[in-house]
């Protein structure tokens, strides 16, 4: 039935690219959007089946070139389907909306839609292809898909720059993955998954590792593991807000699955390898979220978040290797199901805080943070919905955030108690970073959300009306629904999760089993408690409105020492909330600042600008293609226009091409020659 | 519960006892010790202004945070007697829903547009962030030393080894002082009685909330307070019987109440960029506790 269920879905996106031809601008986004939602509706019911009856598998006989096609559906494939399907589900419905501002650009508008149906069909279908010749090309139309869809604003010289930036990493990406299947192909002649298996077991220990480190950094490259995670902020911004959304969600989270399904098959040292990603995903971590901090932009703020919660997400990787290198059930446990969990709720919270950042973007046409204000009074739906997202984003209960990190400090504490000073040593160091991280966090979003919405506008900008619409704002509460239904009775996933962590090492025993059942109760524990403290919020306001209800309430300006004007320009601003944390973190981030300051008796115009600048960016990425830049620039000299020069070339050309065996031959006799000397 | 009880009849007079100690030891006779709680009745008894700028962010947030805190309070254990609530791992949760507590305070201030709050709700941020690195380094270093991950577990097993147990204990108290301080918005970081908003933290925060809520506002600091003070007193009753084990909780808490006093009247408060490197002591003093109890449980071997 899957199989059925599966080709439906693709026969589906191949019809509704060939429907759209014969439409006009409305049918178009009725057939995707209805196509879409079909989509995910077959897609979840597979997920499910795959879920309550075990692993599908089937192959199909494939040409010469790729031998067999196996597609097995197992439980890690069912899970992250299950993510991206939502995900695509609530985007498309609210991207739906987002587009209406942009009705008359018809060609560009099915464009996006045809991108759009290939990307959502594409996802699925790497997460259950396990032939790699296969995989990589529909990860090619996956890459090329995305690209059509970050750069729906073409005619912007910053779009198109953010997209091809993104182009030529995501080929990087590529790359990197055909070196890593294809020695793997060489080696033993096969193009099935189960090959890296084979192979890696019959390998010592560092070529496993060289395998790994291969398809890992691929893989982090579309995940945005730091130092490869520079398009996220370039492409993120750039996008339109659904698709920020979902690229954030789920298209980063494709490398995720990679990097666990290469982890489910490679046989090689877990501790080395846990180790490895543990310190990747904690640099990734911090980075992140300290960058993230400084940024002035919305929407790239938000990408730098990405980054962070990639790292979390690291973080139990990492840890759930460590298990399985260590024999520690408990860590596996741990380890893998906060990773998973956290790849859903990452998605949950960060799709919303981008639509969210849509909605203000539609109605401002602004993203700088500093300009805003007051917006919660305008947008009432946007301000809460935004405001539960940064909540949970924060991690704080009783939202889904605090549930996945729950479960890594779970694992991170209970590991504690282990003979290894090494391991106890970086386990210490994984919770510090995790509480940074989750302090850092709320800085930045209390930045963000109290600058952006709260108090009176910063700058007078013409505000567009009707932006919450009833069918723009349903996906978002849709998504609320789900993040509140996960920080409040976590268990609903409970035994998703555990068949999923199953698929990792030789079998979980029954003391696993009653581990898990522990940590489950845990949750559990945890998620009523985070009831009860909601119930205990409302009661305690409500008690209050009790009292105070006979009371005198006044309404007046806010207290400004004295102070009567207008103090939408007296406020505090983004800039100046961070600046203790700017000074902090001055060493490490690289931050351009110019000033010009009062001078004189009647003083001009005072400014002062920060840019923060990605340092590693700077240092990996820029200087060295400017290295580059500057050699090849030394053959400028030839490219001159000359026509007559270029004719000189190509005659030294096929000159040489003639002359060159000759003046070998020759070469060859002499030196023959000599040899008889 | 017998914690939940002896705390907020702790928090009744904490405050009275710390302006105690410093009016005696500048030399005045001062406030009876409830005084700062009839201040608190006295508010809740006004009406509000409310700023037309806010939002009902700023009407929920103190109610929040006082939940917040009472929440917390639920989960401290006393001696062998666990809090209402206790489960592995609470101490997170501990941690986390003060942090809602706080990040709805922060917003508050920033909702109130004013030029001033927003000064206060970002040290506050700063400060809290680089507080809590060095709360989950101490429980984790007594995670490690008792192999348990619970305060009630954590606490009564604490002293059924050696007697190094009530050297970390010491050296947990001082950290635990220090954070109630930094959390509190005290001497030496902060100064409750300064009257210029640009040296205030938490006080600048709440310049806008009047009447009741400002009167929750208070007193959840009392009630912080004296949370703080009960594990404090945790490091030291361990699973003594409650004849012994109350007197010690009220002798230990009155101690810190004196110790904060003692602190106020004869430091000055540190200029405010020093601040962050203040804090970052307390981290080092917990790591400097986590290798205690490596050393300890012989890791280095």
New interface residues.
Partial sequence: MEKTLIEICNLLAIVAIVGILFLKTKGRGILTIGIITLQVIINTVVALSVFANGPVEYFYPGSFVTGAIPVRIDYLSAWFILVISFTFLTGAWYGIQYMKKYIEQSDNLALHAVAFLLLYTSLIDICLVQNSIVLLVIWEIMALSSFVVIIFEHYKSTTLKAGINFLIQSHVCILLLTIAFMWVKVKTGTFDFNAISSFSTTQTKITGFALFILFFTGFAIKAGFVPFHTWLPLAHPAAPAHISGIMSGVIIKIGIYGILRVLMLIKTDMVTVGYFILFVSLITGLYGVMLAIVQHNLKKLLAYHSIENIGIIGIGIGLGCLGLGYNNQLLVLAGFGGALLHVLNHSLFKSLLFFSAGNVYQAKHMMNIESLGGLIKRMPHTGYLFLIGSLAICGLPPFNGFISEFFLYNGLFHGLVSSNLQFILFLLFSILALVIIGGLALICFTKAFGIVFLGSPREEIHEEKNIEVPMRIWPMYLIVLLIMIIGLFPLIFNTYLLNVISLYGPGLNPQAKVHFGEILTQLSIVGWYSLGFVALVFLIYNLKLLITRRRIVNQDTTWGCAYTGQTGKLQYTASSFIRSYRKLAEPILSIKKKKEEAKGLYPGIIMQKTHALDKIETWLIDKPLLKVRKFLGSFVFLQNGNIQAYILYGFVFVGLALLLPSIIEKIVVIVKFLNQL | MVSLLLILLMSLFFTGFIIRTKSILSGRKGPGIFQPMRDIFRL?K??????????F?F??A???Y???V??AVLMVPHGRNPGF?S???DF??FA??L??G??LM??S???????????G???E??F???V??AF??LL?SF??FT?Q?SFHDIFSTLHYGSQVSYLLGALASFVLVLIAMIENSRMPLDDPKTHL?LTMIHEVMI??NS???LG?ILYTTNLKFAMYGAIISNFFIGVLPYEISIPMFFIIQLGFAIAVGVIESFMARFR??HN?QFVFILTSVSLLI?FGV?LVLG??A
């Fill in positions: 809740w006004k009406g509000s202004v409310y700023s037309t700028t806010t939002s962010i009407q929920i103190p109610s929040a006082f939940a917040s009472l929440m609530i489960f592995d791992g997170i949760m986390y829903i942090a809602f706080k990040f922060i917003v201030a920033l909702d109130t547009g004013s030029s001033f709050e927003g000064m709700a970002s040290r941020a700063l809290s962030m680089l809590e690195p989950f380094i984790g995670a490690l192999g991950t908003e310049l806008d009447g009741f809520d929750t405010m960029g962050p986590f490596l890791k280095f």
